[in-house]
């Protein structure tokens, strides 16, 4: 039988252009400040994982191993993990495993990217299939946005309706980032300037995309034992699952998303949920691109097939509704992607110890974490509480 684990420190960095320090000094930024969040030293830490995109993103190959010193792995088992846009979600499974396992009692998971040292949008467009794929999609814009043409003319819904909302996703999501300060891109945004920002991939538009930022995340699970000596208000790792689908683009359905919804029924069932919109208070979904989250709204059993733009249209998934999603701002703002998934936790677990500041959503306490990644096949998620 696993054991109970715990959330009792997150760390993160500033998260943009961060010229301001070298890859080491970046990463130690997230670790420091988790240690502090913690109350721990280094070495109480017994074992570190650490994750980024393929080592083209940033140019530094096996880069855990240039940041042993920055992550406190020096002398401890130093695990590398890499999926993509999941990475972060993935690092905070194989954390909460390496604890739930009982062969560590306290763990570190660390996500970071330093994106701008070298060429992240190069990296993208080459990370599909060479033979079928890349020339046909052209990079991540490209699979996102024929995602959401095939959502609006799945269920044939009006083009400008789908717009509509997904713009609207984008202005909540920005004003969010206003009161977090760890956001990349905190800028006040209306529904016209979306819909007037210029085509990337049609339909999806510059403001409905999320930035490439330098960033890095830390977040520490520890056991129940370890969890009751060293913090007054933990966040428990309620249920969590990963699932991954066909590699090639177009051998999945992609908006009755198999990964994602099994993802979220294997959590959901491990949790003890049965009806996520009443039950979850918050939802940190990963949204490098709006289109995709009005997908995953129906996808995690948010709302009925089709109904994704009402929950838009009526608030419900806004900053005030019943079920607010990415008070921080999301990944829309915010995406150094080696650690994005990660930043997904540790603000969900911020949120059930009511300790997410202006970005608080009040009575907070239970929440869903998510990321997608590999070439948009995996999704995982982890449900965390305030209570065991």
């Known amino acids: 039988m696993a054991r109970a684990v715990a959330i009792i420190g997150v760390g993160q960095t500033k998260h943009g252009r961060r010229d301001d320090v070298n890859y080491p000094e970046l990463v130690y930024e997230a670790v420091k400040a988790a240690l502090e969040d913690a109350g721990i030293s280094p070495e109480d830490v017994e074992a570190v994982v650490h994750g980024t995109m393929p080592s083209a993103m940033e140019g530094i190959n096996a880069a855990h191993l240039y940041l042993s010193d920055a992550v406190t792995a020096f002398g401890k088992p130093l695990m590398r993990v890499a999926t993509c846009g999941s990475t972060g979600m993935s690092l905070a499974h194989s954390a909460f495993y390496h604890v739930a396992s009982g062969l560590f009692d306290i763990v570190m998971a660390v996500g970071s990217e330093k994106m701008l040292e070298n060429d992240p949008q190069g ?89 490439s930022s330098d960033g890095a995340c830390a977040v520490i699970f520890v056991s129940e034992e370890k969890a009751k000596k060293f913090s007054k208000k933990p966040a428990w790792v309620k249920g969590l699952s ?61 709302c009925d097939r089709g109904e994704a733009c009402k929950l838009v249209e009526d608030g419900v998934v806004l900053r005030g509704g019943e079920l607010p999603c990415d008070p921080s701002g999301g990944v829309l703002c915010t995406n150094p992607i080696g650690a994005t998934g990660l930043i997904r936790v540790g603000e969900a677990a911020l949120q059930v110890t009511g300790r997410a500041d202006d970005r608080q959503i009040p009575g907070a306490k239970t929440a869903l974490s998510h990321a997608m990644g590999g070439a948009d096949q995996f999704n995982g998620i982890m449900i965390v509480g305030s209570e065991l």
């Not at 990296?123 to 046909?136: C, L, S």
């Not at 009006?158 to 977090?180: T, Y």
């Not at 029924?265 to 939802?283: F, H, N, T």
């Not at 990963?286 to 948010?302: A, D, H, R």
């Open 123 to 211: 990296t993208m467009t080459t990370v599909a299939d060479p033979f079928f794929q890349r020339p046909f999609i052209g990079g991540a814009p490209g699979v996102f946005s024929m995602q959401g043409i095939q959502y609006a003319h799945r269920y044939n819904l009006p083009e400008e309706r789908v717009r509509e909302a997904a713009a609207r996703i984008s202005v909540n999501h920005h004003d969010n980032a206003l009161d977090n300060p760890y956001a990349h891109i905190r800028t006040k945004i209306t529904v016209e300037d979306v819909l007037k920002s210029r085509i990337i991939a049609y339909p999806t538009r510059l403001m409905d995309v999320c930035p």
């Open 242 to 302: 990963y699932v991954g689908d066909e590699h090639f683009f177009g051998d999945s359905d992609k908006v009755v998303w198999e990964s994602a919804i099994i993802a979220a029924q294997k959590a959901y069932k491990m949790a003890g949920i049965r009806s996520p919109q009443k039950e979850l208070d918050v939802a940190e979904i990963y949204n490098p691109f709006t289109y995709q989250e009005l997908i995953y709204y129906e996808c995690f059993g948010f």
